[in-house]
């Protein structure tokens, strides 16, 4: 079964080392790791998606908490947050396929954001399946190199992760 | 208007002001390289701050766990960078294991050098990231003191742990300003939810068989008057895991023993007996459960752990309760209602009345008179109950869980989550500096070659331990798992050494003696524990005689092996 966890850290040394050396020796798997800045600099956020059943996400979300440098642990209930992911995907620039994939990134609102004699780099934003059935669609044509940023997702309404301290 | 001048301190100056304004008056260590400076601040401080040397960094680690579990207080261990850092390893990994409150401070090569590979540069924080509750690399000479003071707080808050800061030679010596500050409270815990008490009392007032189950978090928190005062209210038994033992007084009439893989048969037998099983800081670790998925699936288990990710981590349980333990245990024993359950009295009593006979069967078949059980009867008559009993890891750590009598806490210090070779002299060592107390260390010969060499810190320090090496010439525990896993293929644990341990006690300064019949081993103790420094006492023994009862390797405890034929 597939969790969205969203973490707040500490924005300190190592951190990061911290939450994946936790993945590692509980043996925990992990589909996605993302992570960057807050609006506070201090703190960073992250979100993690993992595929395992209830016992590992009970342990994920236990041991999580316990680190140090962790201030906030939630799972994200699908009905109320929304994801996101950024797909970057290099295909072959060549007469006979250029049509084909330009429709299909058109159908799945891509952007063509390079465009070279030999290739061309299409940009897709949206949710994991979304990403994953454009791969697929393009899959069969070519494709050379690609790179996913892993899901990022808020809580849907003004609810917030870490409330300010005040 | 000019601001008033605050003096300056050096990093190192600042890390032993912070650690004699946290309460510490000694640490174990080891001097090196990066951790001059640190030394040097210890130097014109050691009126306020003993330092213990020891002969290796590993010895340290052990003594500063050992002084943490025999008094409570967190225990301090310093090294030097690279190698220095390296082998506080397994000491910081037992003491995870365990639980137990230390700090330990590392130098490290100057920050400019961080990344080169430095002479004697190792990443510590990374290497030891898995195995502390957290860890520091100092990057300021202005967060140095404040980063003591939280290392402390994390130590010693919950369920505690080692801390390891880490400080690089150029932070040592960069100057800030320092203001004392008073010792840092720990955390405060949660509060158990009122309805999850509520629920607690009435399973424990519906229970027919209970069962009380208690581990280290118990023995932590000194609850054992609590769990008896419980025990008798709802006429409950009690057992522990390894590192519960010495919670409750051994005499009491409630207390079992300790239950698992070489537990007790009463203990063990009661556990799966009982229609409940209330937890109390205790991990269900699979030495003391067995199979996890054939533990107890009849029961309704209730666990109290101030750890939440200990819940439902080793075995599923019907009700966890969160948060402070002790509060928690207060408040079920004042709700719950007096109980008596005479047909369960009756079955305990027919379970002990068994156990008995086991171990008169073990005693008159044993062909040996240095036997386990035989000699734990003479040194439990002839220690007071202020001395710590203190173990390395094997046979000789089981048979003493199983036949030493303790009544009073922290007197009982063994590896149990890590299972450390090794661990016992150090720690012996750290325990008597701590408590103030004589230590007597049973350890085997496998174990205490491991690291022998602490015999040097404990002559130079003049430490009343009594070390009672039982030697069956094997590396027994190992060896029994062949006996009944492998064929009785002995495969690199028959020794046949050639050391002299009374030679070579005495080559360290101590005192020694070898015994060969029971009358002489009583009288070596009785002396050993009159002597001032340290008095080694080698006892030979039958390497055939095997830790019973036990578990087979993935039985559930209904498996438990109670008698064994070797014929050799």
């Given at each position: 079964?597939?969790?969205?966890?969203?973490?707040?850290?500490?924005?300190?040394?190592?951190?990061?080392?911290?939450?994946?050396?936790?993945?590692?020796?509980?043996?925990?798997?992990?589909?996605?790791?993302?992570?960057?800045?807050?609006?506070?600099?201090?703190?960073?956020?992250?979100?993690?998606?993992?595929?395992?059943?209830?016992?590992?996400?009970?342990?994920?979300?236990?041991?999580?908490?316990?680190?140090?440098?962790?201030?906030?642990?939630?799972?994200?209930?699908?009905?109320?947050?929304?994801?996101?992911?950024?797909?970057?995907?290099?295909?072959?620039?060549?007469?006979?396929?250029?049509?084909?994939?330009?429709?299909?990134?058109?159908?799945?609102?891509?952007?063509?954001?390079?465009?070279?004699?030999?290739?061309?780099?299409?940009?897709?934003?949206?949710?994991?399946?979304?990403?994953?059935?454009?791969?697929?669609?393009?899959?069969?044509?070519?494709?050379?190199?690609?790179?996913?940023?892993?899901?990022?997702?808020?809580?849907?309404?003004?609810?917030?992760?870490?409330?300010?301290?005040? | 208007?000019?601001?008033?001048?605050?003096?300056?301190?050096?990093?190192?100056?600042?890390?032993?002001?912070?650690?004699?304004?946290?309460?510490?008056?000694?640490?174990?260590?080891?001097?090196?390289?990066?951790?001059?400076?640190?030394?040097?601040?210890?130097?014109?401080?050691?009126?306020?701050?003993?330092?213990?040397?020891?002969?290796?960094?590993?010895?340290?680690?052990?003594?500063?766990?050992?002084?943490?579990?025999?008094?409570?207080?967190?225990?301090?261990?310093?090294?030097?960078?690279?190698?220095?850092?390296?082998?506080?390893?397994?000491?910081?990994?037992?003491?995870?294991?365990?639980?137990?409150?230390?700090?330990?401070?590392?130098?490290?090569?100057?920050?400019?050098?961080?990344?080169?590979?430095?002479?004697?540069?190792?990443?510590?924080?990374?290497?030891?990231?898995?195995?502390?509750?957290?860890?520091?690399?100092?990057?300021?000479?202005?967060?140095?003191?404040?980063?003591?003071?939280?290392?402390?707080?994390?130590?010693?808050?919950?369920?505690?742990?080692?801390?390891?800061?880490?400080?690089?030679?150029?932070?040592?010596?960069?100057?800030?300003?320092?203001?004392?500050?008073?010792?840092?409270?720990?955390?405060?815990?949660?509060?158990?939810?009122?309805?999850?008490?509520?629920?607690?009392?009435?399973?424990?007032?519906?229970?027919?068989?209970?069962?009380?189950?208690?581990?280290?978090?118990?023995?932590?928190?000194?609850?054992?008057?609590?769990?008896?005062?419980?025990?008798?209210?709802?006429?409950?038994?009690?057992?522990?895991?390894?590192?519960?033992?010495?919670?409750?007084?051994?005499?009491?009439?409630?207390?079992?023993?300790?239950?698992?893989?070489?537990?007790?048969?009463?203990?063990?037998?009661?556990?799966?007996?009982?229609?409940?099983?209330?937890?109390?800081?205790?991990?269900?670790?699979?030495?003391?459960?067995?199979?996890?998925?054939?533990?107890?699936?009849d029961a309704v288990i209730i666990q109290m752990d101030t750890d939440q990710s200990e819940i439902n981590k080793n075995v599923r349980v019907d009700?966890?309760?969160?948060?402070?333990?002790?509060?928690?245990?207060?408040?079920?024993?004042?709700?719950?209602?007096?109980?008596?359950?005479?047909?369960?009295?009756?079955?305990?009593?027919?379970?002990?009345?068994?156990?008995?006979?086991?171990?008169?069967?073990?005693?008159?078949?044993?062909?040996?008179?240095?036997?386990?059980?035989?000699?734990?009867?003479?040194?439990?008559?002839?220690?007071?109950?202020?001395?710590?009993?203190?173990?390395?890891?094997?046979?000789?750590?089981?048979?003493?869980?199983?036949?030493?009598?303790?009544?009073?806490?922290?007197?009982?210090?063994?590896?149990?989550?890590?299972?450390?070779?090794?661990?016992?002299?150090?720690?012996?060592?750290?325990?008597?500096?701590?408590?103030?107390?004589?230590?007597?260390?049973?350890?085997?010969?496998?174990?205490?070659?491991?690291?022998?060499?602490?015999?040097?810190?404990?002559?130079?320090?003049?430490?009343?331990?009594?070390?009672?090496?039982?030697?069956?010439?094997?590396?027994?525990?190992?060896?029994?798992?062949?006996?009944?896993?492998?064929?009785?293929?002995?495969?690199?644990?028959?020794?046949?050494?050639?050391?002299?341990?009374?030679?070579?006690?005495?080559?360290?300064?101590?005192?020694?003696?070898?015994?060969?019949?029971?009358?002489?081993?009583?009288?070596?103790?009785?002396?050993?524990?009159?002597?001032?420094?340290?008095?080694?006492?080698?006892?030979?023994?039958?390497?055939?005689?095997?830790?019973?009862?036990?578990l087979p390797s993935e039985g559930a405890l209904a498996d438990l092996i109670t008698e064994c034929k070797e014929e050799d």
């Amino acid at each position: 079964m597939r969790s969205v966890i969203a973490v707040y850290v500490e924005n300190k040394y190592g951190v990061l080392t911290r939450v994946a050396g936790l993945f590692m020796r509980k043996g925990f798997n992990i589909d996605s790791l993302t992570v960057g800045e807050t609006e506070d600099p201090a703190y960073s956020r992250m979100t993690i998606t993992l595929n395992g059943n209830d016992y590992a996400r009970e342990q994920l979300i236990n041991q999580l908490k316990k680190l140090h440098n962790v201030k906030e642990v939630k799972l994200l209930e699908s009905a109320q947050n929304v994801e996101r992911e950024l797909l970057l995907l290099k295909v072959p620039n060549h007469p006979e396929t250029r049509s084909e994939i330009m429709a299909a990134a058109d159908v799945y609102r891509g952007k063509i954001i390079d465009y070279s004699t030999d290739a061309m780099i299409i940009e897709v934003t949206g949710e994991p399946l979304k990403i994953q059935a454009f791969i697929d669609v393009v899959k069969p044509i070519g494709i050379i190199e690609m790179c996913r940023t892993g899901v990022v997702s808020l809580e849907r309404g003004a609810t917030v992760l870490h409330p300010e301290e005040s | 208007m000019k601001k008033k001048k605050q003096k300056l301190m050096t990093g190192a100056q600042i890390t032993i002001e912070t650690l004699i304004e946290q309460g510490v008056t000694e640490l174990f260590g080891y001097p090196g390289g990066t951790v001059l400076d640190l030394y040097d601040a210890l130097y014109a401080s050691q009126n306020r701050l003993r330092h213990i040397l020891t002969a290796h960094e590993q010895g340290a680690a052990h003594a500063a766990d050992g002084y943490a579990r025999a008094t409570g207080r967190v225990g301090v261990v310093m090294a030097t960078s690279g190698p220095g850092a390296t082998n506080l390893v397994t000491g910081l990994a037992t003491a995870m294991l365990d639980s137990v409150p230390m700090v330990a401070i590392t130098g490290n090569v100057p920050t400019y050098l961080i990344g080169k590979d430095a002479f004697q540069e190792i990443n510590i924080t990374g290497i030891t990231l898995p195995i502390t509750k957290h860890n520091y690399f100092v990057q300021h000479v202005e967060e140095l003191a404040d980063t003591i003071r939280e290392a402390f707080c994390i130590a010693k808050s919950g369920r505690p742990g080692p801390v390891l800061i880490d400080i690089p030679k150029d932070i040592q010596t960069a100057l800030c300003a320092y203001e004392p500050q008073p010792v840092v409270p720990a955390f405060p815990q949660q509060t158990v939810p009122a309805d999850r008490i509520a629920q607690a009392v009435q399973l424990l007032n519906r229970a027919q068989r209970p069962y009380l189950y208690i581990g280290g978090g118990a023995a932590h928190c000194g609850l054992g008057d609590r769990i008896l005062a419980l025990a008798e209210k709802l006429d409950a038994w009690v057992g522990c895991s390894l590192m519960g033992l010495s919670a409750v007084p051994h005499s009491s009439k409630r207390f079992l023993g300790m239950e698992g893989m070489h537990g007790a048969y009463a203990s063990t037998a009661a556990n799966l007996r009982a229609d409940l099983i209330l937890g109390v800081g205790v991990r269900f670790s699979d030495r003391a459960t067995g199979d996890p998925d054939r533990y107890c699936s009849d029961a309704v288990i209730i666990q109290m752990d101030t750890d939440q990710s200990e819940i439902n981590k080793n075995v599923r349980v019907d009700l966890g309760l969160i948060g402070d333990i002790t509060e928690a245990l207060e408040e079920i024993l004042r709700a719950v209602s007096p109980q008596s359950h005479p047909a369960w009295r009756e079955e305990i009593a027919k379970l002990r009345a068994q156990q008995a006979r086991l171990a008169r069967r073990a005693f008159e078949t044993n062909g040996s008179a240095l036997c386990p059980p035989a000699l734990f009867d003479v040194i439990n008559r002839c220690k007071d109950d202020d001395v710590a009993v203190v173990t390395d890891v094997g046979q000789h750590q089981m048979w003493t869980a199983q036949y030493v009598a303790l009544q009073k806490p922290r007197k009982f210090i063994t590896s149990g989550g890590l299972g450390t070779m090794g661990f016992g002299l150090g720690a012996a060592i750290g325990a008597s500096i701590g408590a103030g107390c004589r230590t007597i260390l049973v350890t085997g010969d496998g174990s205490f070659a491991m690291n022998l060499n602490e015999l040097v810190t404990a002559v130079g320090n003049c430490i009343p331990v009594t070390i009672v090496l039982l030697n069956n010439g094997a590396l027994g525990m190992v060896r029994q798992m062949q006996a009944f896993g492998f064929g009785r293929r002995y495969s690199n644990t028959e020794l046949d050494r050639k050391t002299d341990y009374v030679a070579l006690a005495q080559a360290f300064g101590a005192q020694a003696a070898r015994v060969t019949d029971l009358a002489a081993f009583e009288a070596a103790l009785r002396e050993a524990l009159q002597t001032d420094g340290p008095y080694l006492i080698e006892v030979p023994i039958d390497k055939n005689q095997f830790v019973l009862p036990m578990l087979p390797s993935e039985g559930a405890l209904a498996d438990l092996i109670t008698e064994c034929k070797e014929e050799d």
